[in-house]
């Protein structure tokens, strides 16, 4: 399906969605990131701003620094931001937009004490044991309120090696999606494709290989020179252009997909 309405039928093969790309507002920093990262910042900032508008209650679920909070602001939205992670790297407070509220917990002992009109799973839930831990999402949902979630596809697994390493385990395939969200009171309603064969290959052959080859170089000598510039990547600004080129190339290879970005909302 092409644009996010009405539930997705179980034995459809769900189209690539290319008017994620126009998104008005996006986590710049992800841009250069892998190609997963980069395809879910134009999924997530495109759904969000077809749906939130004004003052909302949002919850990051696993959203680790709250990088989120930046895309929030670039749609214009204000209200309360809620993040939840296993370990947080930001601190409770306020700003001019939102009151900020950090929880440190796993999905599975989360108890939500309000309700939101948006809750978010980036990157985050590759990390479940079961689907059961976050069974909670389901009864925190304002009577509009949505979840998005990105997940990677099961044969995602040689691309991210490093990623399982740390604990890595919940990967799902298209047709794993709504009997997976189903079994927790949620309907999926729009599934997004993420990645085609380019960006796949970029990432197997460029991004994995590459990458490492020349972080290695760079920390053995500039990074020994000036200490203040070893954690910082020379490809950096090259991934950006690469991206978005292999995005481009993608419209002519639409296959292979690296994972999708799925929105659920109550099944009731
Ligand atoms: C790859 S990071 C993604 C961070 C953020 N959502 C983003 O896209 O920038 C995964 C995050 O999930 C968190 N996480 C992993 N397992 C978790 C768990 N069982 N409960 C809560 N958070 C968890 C990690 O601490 C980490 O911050």
């Known amino acids: 399906m092409g644009s996010p309405s009405g539930p997705v ?8 969605c290319w008017d994620i790309f126009t998104a008005p507002a996006l986590r710049k920093t992800q841009l250069a990131g892998t190609p997963y990262r980069y395809w879910s910042s134009f999924a997530i900032a495109y759904f969000l701003k077809r749906r939130l508008s004004g003052r909302i209650d949002f919850l990051d679920a696993g959203g680790r620094d709250g990088g989120t909070l930046s895309l929030l602001k670039g749609l214009s939205l204000e209200g309360g931001y809620t993040l939840m992670d296993l370990e947080p790297k930001m601190a409770s407070g306020h700003d001019s937009n939102f009151e900020i509220e950090v929880i440190r917990s796993s999905f599975h002992d989360f ?3 309000r309700q939101y009109d948006a809750i978010l799973f980036q990157s985050c839930l590759e990390y479940v044991e079961s689907y059961s831990d976050i069974a909670w999402a389901r009864d925190c949902l304002k009577p509009r309120g949505f979840i998005l979630a990105t997940v990677t596809c099961k044969n995602t697994r040689p691309l991210y090696t490093g990623v399982w390493a ?4 919940h990967l799902l395939d298209e047709r794993d999606l709504a009997p997976t969200f189903a079994e927790i009171g949620l309907r999926v309603v729009w599934v997004c494709p993420l990645g085609g064969a380019v960006s796949r290959a970029y990432q197997t052959w460029i991004y994995n290989w590459l990458n490492y080859v020349v ?32 995005a481009l190339l993608d419209r002519i290879l639409p296959f292979w997909r690296i994972g999708h970005c799925i929105v659920a909302e109550r099944a009731d």
């Open 111 to 113: 108890k939500p004490q």
């Open 215 to 246: 972080l290695a170089i760079h920390q053995r000598t500039i990074g020994k020179l000036f200490p203040k510039l070893k954690n910082r990547n020379p490809m950096s600004p090259c991934y950006r252009l690469v991206n978005a080129t292999a």
């Open 166 to 169: 740390q604990g890595g385990r």
């Open 9 to 16: 039928q179980a034995a459809e093969r769900t189209k690539y």
